[in-house]
């Protein structure tokens, strides 16, 4: 329905739209075309509309300045009770596994018994969490002015200094605890970090560390280790080629020369329970997670301003360009300053193309991950409240001050990166 060079007409409600090249077009009217390659969704519709109430009640509960820190409610607790009898196995598998030995003979059937008992102990046994080892990681003295940063931020929102900051290229800002002192650390992606302003950057920083200082669950011990000991069962039980440990528990039964029949069993029993599990968990922790990141957002719009935190917000609506942007330029663009690509590829989307992303998170309701409310949502709590002004404010001077310091970082990571695509 062409009727002039840049302009059509909608389809659906014959309103004028503008034609912008290497965006799509759409409606802001009827929302035709928001959404032009709705994705394949694998969840059925009712757990749609169920996370979609979950996160609207949690919306209004937040807008009416009712809610707190995370209580221990029915589902919290829930959660721990799960997390906590799946720790339980590997400690039982290994007294089971001694008991055996000491009191049950005769000796050579008690012996492939206790193996395997000791097998599912060294299985499921909790794990620390650890960097990822292709991030780099930066010391307090190598960045002091981005750890003075980080230092403020965490003083104000009450909660214990950063050891570390672990640089690498992912669109995204993580905080985790690392270790089994749990040390906090930050997770800096670059392609996202890139085209944030200063003010941003204090933003999704007291973002972070507001996880660190809600106890939420998701960064918890408890429930942090029940997860990882499923990660762990989710990768053994599927069917991918041999396992060590499948071969293992395999070898201890005896059936050494049916492996592949019996991991094939062992899958098909072991592998719909994993998955039940991690998916009942993820459920009943699924309300404080996203009660902690709308407490997340709220801190973040009391330290960094509520203009900021809410830019910041929609910024990362557009990490999917930054980081298309950043391995453009690592692949072609060689004469060109990789993440000064990404910041310009960043600013020239138009506001048009950001408030269609908005509407998008609206109807997709995608979040970050399951634990995340919709964004829209999010952006909107944070502007519908009183406004705030900044607490920690970024000079321009130190910003640039905390880019220099992180330019090895950023030439190792960026160097790693262009060698893997290269290939
Ligand atoms: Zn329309
Ligand atoms: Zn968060």
């Not at 607790?77 to 005769?106: D, E, H, N, T």
């Not at 690592?330 to 690509?341: A, G, Q």
């Amino acid at each position: 329905m062409q009727t002039d060079a840049g302009v059509i007409r909608c389809p659906q409600c014959a309103q004028q739209l503008r034609v912008d090249r290497g965006h799509v077009t759409w409606c802001d009217r009827c929302d035709w075309n928001v959404d032009p390659n709705p994705p394949d969704r694998q969840d059925p519709a009712w757990r749609q509309r169920l996370e979609h109430a979950l996160a609207d009640t949690l919306y209004r509960e937040l807008e009416r300045g009712k809610l707190h820190r995370p209580g221990w409610d029915a589902a919290r607790l829930a959660a721990y009770g799960l997390a906590g009898l799946l720790l339980l196995i590997p400690l039982l598998s290994f007294l089971a596994g001694i008991a055996l030995l000491v009191f049950y003979r005769p000796l050579w059937l008690c012996i492939p018994l206790a193996a395997i008992a000791f097998c599912v102990a060294l299985l499921l046994r909790p794990r620390a969490t650890h960097l990822p080892p292709d991030a780099y990681v930066v010391q307090r003295d190598e960045a002091p002015v981005l750890f003075t940063l980080l230092d403020e931020i965490a003083t104000v929102v009450g909660t214990p200094p950063v050891v570390a900051v672990a640089v690498d290229a992912e669109p995204n800002i993580s905080f985790g605890r690392v270790g089994w002192r749990f040390q906090p650390v930050i997770g800096l992606g670059l392609s996202l970090w890139a085209t944030l302003s200063p003010q941003e950057r204090v933003a999704v920083l007291a973002h972070e560390l507001g996880h660190g200082k809600n106890g939420d669950a998701r960064h918890g011990w408890v429930i942090g280790a029940a997860e990882s000991v499923l990660r762990q069962l989710n990768e053994v039980f599927s069917n991918q080629p041999m396992d060590e440990y499948r071969l293992d528990m395999a070898a201890a039964i005896g059936a050494t020369h049916s492996n592949g029949h019996l991991s094939r069993v062992i899958n098909s029993i072991v592998g719909p329970v994993v998955r039940g599990y991690t998916w009942l968990l993820e459920r009943v922790s699924l309300r404080s997670n996203q009660r902690a990141e709308y407490l997340a957002d709220r801190r973040s719009g009391e330290i960094a301003g509520s203009d900021a935190a809410a830019w910041a917000l929609e910024r990362s609506l557009l990490a999917d360009t930054a980081y298309r942007a950043l391995e453009r330029a690592l692949r072609f663009e060689k004469e060109l300053e990789p993440l000064e690509v990404v910041r310009r590829a960043v600013t020239e989307v138009p506001q048009r193309e950001i408030e269609r992303r908005l509407r998008l998170s609206r109807l997709r309701e995608i979040r970050t991950d399951s634990s995340h409310p919709p964004t829209y949502l999010r952006a909107r709590l944070i502007r519908t409240r009183p406004a705030t002004t900044a607490r920690v404010v970024l000079g321009l001077n130190e910003n640039r001050a905390v880019d220099r310091e992180l330019v090895p970082a950023a030439e190792h990571v960026l160097k790693e990166l262009r060698a893997e695509l290269a290939q």
